[in-house]
């Protein structure tokens, strides 16, 4: 059977088809892919005034952001009381905490009593060396008190957070507590204004994260952290790892744009009360960077900041780009 084709007849096909590949093999090496990237970056942040009251009917144009020192188009904006809350409430069962488990409990249940509305969602972690979820997003207190009720009585039958073979051979994992419950809840809801309740001394022997870790991962999330800080005391003196802690907590919730208290220098319930407060009384803006000169992955600096005279923002204080969730 002989070819319909002739030679002649095919070799203009022949080099139509040589001269596209050359084409795309040519500008496959001359030029190279194009890479777009686009960060949205989210900031929530709270506002008050000279006398230390929230300050809660500001607008977008009350407010500058700038990135490393370069001002931002802000994109957009709201206030937080238009966003239901999705919590993280992360409580230490390690050794140093055994005096404070009743009022943990206590606590956790005033704290859900004085914030918890019916729109917002918490999830509970326990943790000593292993990161147990106790109860996962509920709107009901009383769901989420009760795995707090089973897990005093068996730790061992609630799934654990982080990798299932995380070997810890001390007691307390208070970093990989804050990063797991970042990165597996609070970095996968769907939407809320985000925030970690945690109820330690902020002491930590077994973590395979560190205190870096766990603030960078909050703050690509754009979570805020709010520490309630429960120190056992040697002979009623401090010791050098009770300071430590006590650092730890104020260094995390900074730099998130939380705030840390001392859960023995006053009635929890007013602290609970103002967390709440602040909650519902936020503002979250977010931009495209632009103009940043450094195009890595170092630290970029975040400063919100009041055009209005006598108002001071807290907010994060920055974020990894690399770190993105």
């Known amino acids: 059977m002989t070819n319909r084709y002739s030679s002649n007849m095919l070799r203009p096909l022949r080099v139509a088809i040589a001269i596209l590949v050359c084409l795309a093999c040519g500008l496959g090496q001359e030029r190279p892919p194009l890479k777009v990237e686009v960060n949205l970056v989210n900031v929530a942040f709270s506002v008050r005034d000279a006398g230390g009251l929230l300050a809660t009917n500001l607008t977008r144009d009350d407010f500058e952001v700038l990135e490393d020192g370069v001002p931002q188009k802000v994109e957009f904006f709201s206030r937080s009381a238009e966003i239901p809350l999705a919590l993280g409430l992360i409580v230490d069962f390690s050794g140093s905490q055994e005096h404070f488990l009743k009022p943990h409990h206590r606590d956790l249940q005033t704290f859900l009593d004085t914030v918890l509305g019916p729109h917002d969602r918490a999830f509970v972690v326990g943790f000593g060396n292993h990161l147990r979820l106790l109860s996962d997003f509920s709107a009901s207190s009383a769901e989420l008190m009760e795995g707090l009720n089973e897990y005093e009585h068996d730790k061992g039958h609630f799934p654990e957070l982080g990798p299932e073979d995380e070997k810890r051979d001390l007691g307390t994992a208070f970093y990989d507590a804050l990063y797991y419950s970042t990165v597996e809840k609070l970095a996968r809801a769907a939407s809320g204004q985000k925030a970690m309740i945690a109820f330690s001394d902020g002491e930590d022997n077994s973590s395979a994260h560190d205190l870096l870790d766990a603030i960078e991962a909050a703050q690509s999330a754009n979570v805020r952290v709010f520490a309630i800080r429960y120190t056992q005391r040697e ?4 010791t050098a790892r009770n300071k430590y802690g006590i650092r730890v907590m104020s260094r ?16 929890l319930a007013a602290w609970f009360k103002e967390i709440g407060e ?20 170092s630290f970029r600096k975040i400063s919100v900041r009041s055009k209005r005279p006598g108002l001071t923002v ?3 204080t920055g974020y990894f780009p690399h770190a993105a969730l």
């Open 235 to 238: 002979h009623g003196r401090l």
């Open 252 to 267: 995390i919730a900074h730099d998130t744009g939380g705030a840390d208290f001392d859960a023995q220098e006053r009635d």
């Open 278 to 297: 602040e909650l519902r009384s936020s503002y979250e803006l977010a931009y495209y960077p632009s103009g940043t000169a450094a195009r890595d992955d």
């Open 314 to 316: 807290r907010c994060k």
